[in-house]
């Protein structure tokens, strides 16, 4: 697997890699990822194909589906350590 191209963004980090015929496309910020394999349909030969293909409404999408793993993984966290205002200090006698 090899980076063959980047995409900027003010916010992300967005990388563009081919394995053998196959593409991927790795969209990252502070705390989680998301990869589309586009395989390797030959649409998507030129870096700059991909750059067009990651348009504005697509990337709306992305950022809403890394609020929802922030919103899932908070949830998940609060599930398994509920929040106990009453344990928090050690009870002084």
Do not use: C
Not at 38 to 52: C, K, N, P, Y
Request: hydrophobic share 40%; charged share 25%; aromatic share 12%.
């Amino acid at each position: 697997m090899r980076i063959i191209g980047e995409i900027p963004h003010p916010s992300l980090k967005i990388s563009i890699f081919k394995t053998g015929d196959r593409v991927s496309v790795k969209f990252e910020n502070e705390r989680y990822e998301q990869t589309f394999k586009l395989g390797a349909d030959e649409r998507f030969a030129s870096v700059e194909t991909i750059q067009q293909w990651a348009d504005a409404p697509f990337m709306q999408q992305v950022q809403q589906t890394f609020q929802q793993m922030h919103q899932a993984h908070f949830s998940a966290l609060s599930r398994l350590f509920p929040s106990d205002a009453g344990g928090m200090f050690e009870e002084i006698i």
